[in-house]
C-alpha cells in the first residue's frame, strides 16, 4: 500500500509537477517529507507550512549584506559561472532577493544590470512583466511552496538563450536525508536532486550544468 493510500493528506499533488504518485521520504518529530515519483522533489505537505508572518520572522534572522565577505565568497560560486556565460552589460533579475541584496551588488560590480523581486521585502511586481538575459535565484527554491508555477514563470521570463541560476543544497539519498541539517530550517519546503533538475531542464530543452553540487545553471534554448 502506498503512503497516500493510508492518509487522509490534503496535498495529494508534488508542488513540482503534479504527479500524485508520491511516497513517505522520511519522517521527524515535527512534519514529514514526501518524494514525487516523477520529478523525484521532496516536499513537506501544505499543513506543515508556516504562515506568511512566521516564515518572515525566520527571514528576518538571516541578514546579509554585501559588506560581509563572507557571504561574497558565498555567492561567488554562482555569480563566476554565470558571468563567464552572459554578454557584458547583460540585464537580470535577481528573484528571492532577501533583506540584503548581495549577488546583485556583485554582478552589478561585473557591469551587468539587476531588477530585485522578493515576496517580502521587495514586491515589485512590475519587474515579473518584463524579460531578462538572466536571472538568479540563490537559497530560494527550497522556501517556495509552489517551486513548479513559480520556476514556470521564470523560465517564461528569460530572453532565448537566456540564463537560469540557481543556488540550493541537494537531496543525496534517503539515508543522508536523515542527519541533514538543511532540513531542519522550518522554512525549507521544497529540496531538489539532480533527478528534479534533469527533469525540468527534459521539460524546458535545456541541460543543467554544476557548480560545486549546489549551484545549478541552465541555458534557454534559442
Ligand atoms: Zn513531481
Known sequence: MSYLENTSSEDTACPLCCCRNLSLYHRDPHRHYEQC??????????????DRDGERAQYDLHINSPDDQGYRQFLSRAAGPLNERIAPRSRGLDFGSGPGPTLSVMLEEYGHSVSLYDTHYCADVRVLQDRYDFITATEVVEHLASPGEELERLWGLLLPQGWLAVMTKLVISQARFRHWHYRLDPTHISFFSRETWAFLAARWGSCAEYFDNDVILLQKPA
Open 37 to 50: 515519483a516523477l520529478c523525484a522533489l521532496v516536499s513537506v505537505p501544505q499543513c506543515y507550512h508556516l
